[in-house]
């Protein structure tokens, strides 16, 4: 099946500091990739659709400049978390859109840990 | 409160049935999915429902959908060790698996 590599798996940084998190699907081109993040106890929620060679779709309340998003390949989707700061710690995921069958296939997710 | 909520654990022994449980508060909610979600993987989907179904059997697991009570359910029949995992109740209004609502997911433990 495919397979979507999501890296790294785990980060801690300090307060301040901008985080990079990458998406990749290795075997099948993706023009749609999905960002998530999960708070302890709160649902997974859909923060960003990521469109290859064009701006992504932020949802409500997640700010823009905050979660920079690139989708510059085929490939890969990047979630830059700029100035990180204790309350963005949380549980990151991506999902890449297989298009020839419409089906969702997930990263297996970065814990960050902003300190 | 959330629009898509589940309980936080389940914990059953091998060889009993699990049944996992979500409620969901979009009455437009066109198709409704269950995944899983084993430590260190990403999320794959196991089922998911139309919203116009009422049940649906796969092998071991059943999907209920009581739409009256927006109320999904996924029941896990002779549950084992591997069952072990974190399950996420989802839901869509489009065709297709593009913009998901998530639950919180509820872990599963399964104890030998």
């Not at chain 2, 699990?18 to 999320?43: F, H, M």
């Not at chain 2, 896990?76 to 399950?87: K, L």
Request: net charge neutral.
């Amino acid at each position: 099946g495919a397979v979507v590599s999501q890296h790294p798996s785990r980060v801690i940084c300090k307060s301040g500091t901008s985080v990079k998190i990458e998406c990749r699907s290795l075997d099948f081109q993706a023009t749609t990739m999905f960002w998530y993040r999960q708070f302890p106890k709160k649902s997974l929620m859909l923060m960003a659709t990521s469109n290859e060679g064009s701006k992504a779709t932020y949802e409500q309340g997640v700010e823009k400049d905050k979660f920079l998003i690139n989708h510059a390949s085929l490939t890969l989707s990047t979630l830059t978390v700029t100035s990180a700061h204790p309350e963005d710690s949380s549980f990151y995921i991506c999902s890449a859109l297989f298009s020839r069958n419409e089906k969702l296939f997930f990263g297996s997710g970065t814990q960050l840990s902003v300190l | 409160g959330e629009d898509v909520e589940q309980s936080l654990f389940l914990s059953v022994r091998e060889g009993d049935s699990s049944v996992i449980n979500c409620t969901y508060t979009d009455s437009s909610s066109t198709y409704l999915y269950w995944y899983k979600q084993e430590p260190g993987a990403g999320l794959q989907l196991l089922t998911y429902i139309f919203s116009n179904m009422d049940m649906k059997q796969d092998q071991r697991l059943t999907v209920l959908l009581n739409k009256k009570d927006k109320h999904l359910s996924l029941r896990i029949a002779d549950t084992q060790t591997g069952d072990s995992a974190i399950y996420f109740c989802a839901e869509s209004k489009k065709t297709g698996f593009q913009k998901l609502v998530f639950g919180t997911g509820t872990r599963l433990l399964v104890s030998p």
